[in-house]
Each structure stands twice: as C-alpha cells, then as structure tokens.
C-alpha cells in the first residue's frame, strides 16, 4: 500500500552519505502505486525527485518536495536463436543484474560491472565504461508519463542517447519515470578488449582467449583498484565527464601539453581523460576540510565524513576552474546537482 512519510533523512539513499532531508518521501514497489500517487493533484505539481541507487547524484541542500524511491523488482529473459531480450524491473541494482547476465554466459554488459546505481538509471545518463555504453545494448524501455498517468515504450531512436545523455536528461527531463528497461544481449558476444587496462590485466593472468566472465572479473579488479567503496567513504564515482573537444582545439593543446592522455572518436573529435587533466592540476589526494579526492583517481570526490553538499559542490568548482585556467578545457559535471 502506498505509504507517504514526512522528513525524512536521506543520508542512507544516497552513496555521498550527504546527511539532507526530503519534505516528503515514498517508495515505489510497483508501477500500479504510480498511478495511484499522481491521481492525487497535490504530488502532480510539486517538486519532485525520482532515487534509484542514489549513486549519481549530489544533494546540496535538503529537498523541498517528494522523493519516489523506485524499488520495482523482477529479471525476465527470452532466447530466440543467439539473441538474449533481458527485461529488468528498474529498481534492480545494475551489478545484480550484470552478474545474473554473466553468470548466464548473456553477453554484452560485461564491461558494465560494478558500476554502481540502479538499472533504471542506466538509460538517463547512458552509462558507460571500457568501450561500452549503454545504448550499445538497449533495446526499449518502459516509462510512466506523469501528465498523463499512462505508460509508453521508448525505443533506441526515442532515447536519443549521446555521451552520458538521454531525452530524459533533456526536452523531456522530470516528465517520465522509467519502470523496467530491456537490453539486447547475445550468446555469442564480441569480447569487446578496447581499453588496454583490460588487455594489460588479461595477459597478467596468462588469459589468451577471454570470456565475459574474465573479462567481468577483470573489469570489477580494476575498478576496484582505482574507485572507493561507497560503504566505506562517500562518493558518486567519476564526478566528472570525460571532455570531447574539437581536434582544432586538441592541435594546440597537444602542442603544449605532449602527454595529454586522449581517444580520437568517431567523429572526428578528441576526448581528453578527465582524471588526468585533474590530476595535472595537483588535485590527486587531495583533501579539502570534509571531502576532496580519491588518492587514487582524481576523478573520484569523496566525503571523508560529516561533508555537506554545499562542500562537496564547491570543491568541484575549484576544480573545474583550475583545469579551465590550466588546459582551457571546461569540465562538465557527470552527477546530477540536486539542489
């Protein structure tokens, strides 16, 4: 039944640990409680703030409205020849859902693991890791229009996915809430060994001939090796986007700066590593009263305990400001600033 709770901390539903409270909150089980919550007009026209995994967001202050923590569950999968449709109730955790692929030789997420979040987060920032996004194995997913009080499916095209964006992060941003997303794997996946850490660490352990499953341990070790445990110190991971600039600007950048660590993509442009910008610029380990920055990728802020958002927001805004002033790259925040 749906249940409404006033003031209520959100410390435990977000992995900064930033201690802001919602005005009000509720948790949705199943999307019929979507349709009940919104028949009332008072939630239809408030503020509101939809949580998954809470793992790619940064509260600055408390939240004056309600929060929709989506905990709608559920795995379904269906094999027609070499090809996998997997449909995931969007309140599974991501890596729950990698390793029931993994584990099932489904493939095609298995660079995707251990990212942290919810599943139906994944299609609003475009996830991505190692040379694989989000979009390259999305097939359709299912979302409740709050206008309406209606459900419509959204194809590939509909998403109009690019680089950690979506149509939800854009023209139809707080319109919609996705409820379960399907993904398009594969019997017989190409092992995709794009970034040579994955390779490096491959031949590190004698594996000439990988399978998703290797590659999800090595990925997971690597990740591990470089990004902080939520549980253990609060952080949104990579805080930061990688830049894609123009090769008209990479020309004298490169010029200047010889070691400029970048991946020419498709299009022709440039992307720079973002953490090696920050770390350039003395970031690295660095701490700032309550929070700072992983000691071991500059990309990674974190709360070293009792920061606030405010803290943590200004501490990214220095950054942004030295690498401009040094690179004249401008850094565009990847978590989303709940204010």
């Not at 399907?182 to 490096?200: D, T």
């Not at 253990?232 to 010029?255: C, D, M, R, W, Y």
Request: proline content about 3%; glycine content about 10%; overall charge negative.
């Amino acid at each position: 039944m749906l249940q409404i709770q006033e003031n209520v901390s959100l410390r435990k539903f977000n992995t900064f640990g930033i201690d802001a409270n919602a005005r009000y909150f509720t948790e949705i089980s199943h999307e019929d409680e979507l349709v009940e919550l919104f028949a009332d007009p008072q939630w239809m026209h408030m503020n509101r703030l939809v949580l998954g995994g809470g793992s790619n967001m940064l509260l600055v202050k408390d939240f004056e409205g309600l929060v929709i923590r989506l905990n709608i569950r559920g795995i379904e999968h269906r094999i027609s020849h070499q090809d996998v449709f997997v449909e995931v109730g969007a309140g599974e955790v991501w890596n729950g859902l990698v390793n029931f692929c993994v584990d099932r030789n489904y493939g095609g997420i298995e660079n995707l693991s251990l990212i942290p979040g919810s599943v139906g987060a994944s299609p609003i920032q475009n996830i991505g890791a190692y040379g694989v996004e989000l979009k390259d194995v999305f097939e359709s997913c299912r979302a409740f229009e709050i206008a309406t009080g209606t459900f419509r499916t959204f194809t590939k095209a509909d998403c109009k996915f690019g680089y950690r964006e979506s149509v939800f992060k854009t023209e139809l941003a707080g319109q919609y809430i996705i409820v379960s997303v399907k993904f398009h794997l594969s019997l017989k996946p190409n092992i995709n060994l794009k970034y040579g850490a994955i390779e490096q660490e491959l031949a590190n352990r004698g594996i000439t001939q990988p399978t998703i499953e290797d590659v999800s341990e090595v990925v997971s070790y690597i990740r591990v090796s470089k990004l902080p445990d939520p549980s253990t110190i609060g952080n949104a991971g990579s805080f930061f986007k990688n830049p894609v600039i123009s090769a008209v600007q990479f020309e004298p950048l490169h010029q200047n700066f010889p070691d400029v660590v970048n991946y020419p993509t498709a299009d022709g442009q440039v992307k720079l590593a973002a953490g090696w910008l920050i770390e350039q610029c003395g970031w690295k380990g660095k701490t700032v009263g309550n929070t700072g920055t992983w000691k071991n990728q500059a990309l990674v802020l974190v709360n070293h305990g009792g920061a606030t958002g405010e803290e943590v927001y200004s501490l990214s805004s220095q950054i942004i400001d030295s690498v401009y002033t040094k690179f004249g790259v401008m850094l565009q925040r990847e978590v989303n600033i709940i204010s």
